[in-house]
């Protein structure tokens, strides 16, 4: 299976180099596998996860990511690789003004298809989320569950090379977690989309194999 | 009425901004006339011992624009009115030549004086007379309501813009989650600006409107009822075609700058 992520020596920080956060990690994830990353508060988790979609660069070493390497990408590459990732957040990021639908199809306007196209696959998504009643509410009008589903049906909208979810249960019940967990488990398995997820606790139920990175003082650790 | 009040924001500025540079347009054109109008009444007065030509004059300085001999017979018969015909064709023969002189451009008074300086160093001009001091004192009145308007042209411009920047952080603020969303999911610098190009761009046509209204009414229907003279005279200065052109482009323009500067003002995170 082909590489989607390959980190050699790789080292993240903040403040220009000031404040270090991930120091040499080397590792591979490759196609259609399920990752899990952990590690205490302030680890360096997120930060992780932010370097995969080129919103921190490295500051040394080499991160490939879908074959481009991300210390060097130029911008315009990398909206284009943005359009092959779904991003799953903590705190949803759905945008408050636009109702579910319009928010679940963002990807597909990104990516210029047409009206037809975005109505036929919101539709299909909401119902694969299980939200099919909740096209024209808004964002707000919604539970923290309910959200998180339409964050999950956005990325997945554009059956995306990999999803990078953040927290992704951080905010909700244990009911709206499994559900949460669920859709990304279907995922992987039907599309062969490589999930990687940050959490502070892997769920108890979860039937797919998975690898298990964990960070500490900096480094990337692969637990077996 | 939220709605309302946001489109407000940017369209009351906007519209003194236009309004600013349609001030100035017309302003501009009202002065090139007036300036004409001196410059045309304006004359001085040449006395030379020969005869000489308009291109004479130009080449002592390029400001003269047109000279024309003053027919001496005309001032002998006024001084002369009981000499017999052969004593007048004497004092003609005998006096030199006398020429008014037109100018370009309109000059301030140091002007003045370098042009009458440069004209007395030819041998052929005896003496320039520039009946300055009634020209000044036009001069410095005129210069003092052009300065005036223009400093009150660039205040009112100025307090518009600050107003604009201010309606730009309301912007920013209210439109930053959904570009920063769209930035991570990989939208273009157009896709990310184009709800707010749309609501810019609305509100810039609608204040261009305005204006432009409010102006074509001063044209055609006010300034031939106002009575007031110089509005009756110069009232296609008030209002052109062009203006329409010029105060769409600017209204565009600062629509373009104001939006491109709230999106890529907007970092995708925090950190």
Redesign the interface.
Same mark, same amino acid.
């Given at each position: 299976m082909a590489n989607v992520i390959h980190a050699e020596n790789l080292s993240l920080s903040y403040d220009q180099g000031k404040k270090k956060i991930i120091q040499n990690a080397k590792f591979t994830v490759k196609r259609g596998e399920f990752v899990f990353i952990t590690g205490r508060s302030g680890s360096g988790k997120s930060t992780l996860l932010k370097s995969f979609y080129g919103n921190l660069k490295p500051t040394e070493g080499s991160l490939m990511v879908g074959g481009l390497e991300m210390t060097t990408i130029p911008r315009r590459k990398l909206q284009e690789l943005r359009t092959h990732i779904g991003i799953i957040f903590q705190d949803y990021k759905l945008i408050n003004e636009w109702n579910v639908a319009k928010n679940v199809v963002l990807p597909l306007m990104i990516a210029g298809f047409s009206l037809d196209v975005q109505k036929t696959q919101a539709q299909r998504l909401l119902k694969h989320v299980k939200l099919s009643n909740y096209a024209n509410r808004f964002p707000l009008e919604l539970s923290g569950g309910e959200q998180q589903r339409v964050g999950v049906a956005r990325a997945l909208a554009k059956n995306p090379l990999m999803i990078l979810a953040d927290e992704p249960t951080g905010n909700l019940d244990d009911y709206s977690s499994s559900v949460i967990w669920d859709l990304l488990e279907n995922a992987c398995l039907q599309l062969e989309t490589t999930v990687l997820v940050v959490t502070h606790k892997i769920p108890t139920v979860f039937s797919l194999p998975y690898r298990h990175f964990t960070i500490e003082d900096g480094g990337v650790y692969e637990i077996h | 009425m939220r709605y309302i009040k946001e489109h407000i924001m940017f369209i009351l500025p906007m519209m003194a901004i236009l309004l600013g540079i349609e001030f100035y347009l017309v302003f501009d054109r009202m002065t090139s006339s007036y300036e004409s109008a001196l410059r045309d009444g304006y004359s001085m007065l040449a006395i030379t011992q020969k005869e000489m030509k308009t291109e004479d004059f130009k080449k002592l300085n390029s400001e003269i624009s047109q000279s024309t001999r003053i027919d001496k017979s005309e001032i002998v018969k006024q001084i002369s009115s009981n000499q017999s015909q052969k004593d007048t064709e004497d004092i003609i023969k005998a006096l030199p030549y006398f020429y008014t002189l037109k100018l370009s451009t309109y000059v301030d008074i140091d002007s003045i004086e370098s042009i009458k300086k440069s004209l007395l160093k030819s041998n052929d001009i005896k003496r320039v007379e520039t009946f300055g001091d009634s020209y000044y004192s036009k001069y410095r009145l005129f210069s003092f309501i052009k300065f005036t308007l223009k400093i009150f042209i660039f205040f009112m411009v100025l307090v518009s813009l600050f107003l604009v920047i201010k309606q730009m952080e309301v912007w920013g603020y209210k439109h930053r =989650?959904?570009i =920063?969303?769209?930035e991570?999911?990989?939208?273009?610098l157009m896709?990310r600006s184009g709800v707010l190009f749309k609501v810019a761009l609305t509100d810039a046509f609608t204040a261009t409107l305005f204006i432009v209204i409010f102006f074509a009414y001063l044209r055609f229907l006010w300034a031939g009822s106002s009575g007031v003279n110089i509005m009756i005279e110069q009232k296609d200065l008030l209002f052109q075609f062009n203006d329409v052109v010029i105060l769409l482009t600017s209204a565009i323009l600062i629509v373009i700058i104001s939006v491109y500067s709230v999106v890529l003002g907007i970092k #995708?995170?925090e #950190?």
């Open positions: - | =989650q959904r =920063q969303v769209m991570i999911f990989g939208a273009p896709l #995708e995170s #950190e």
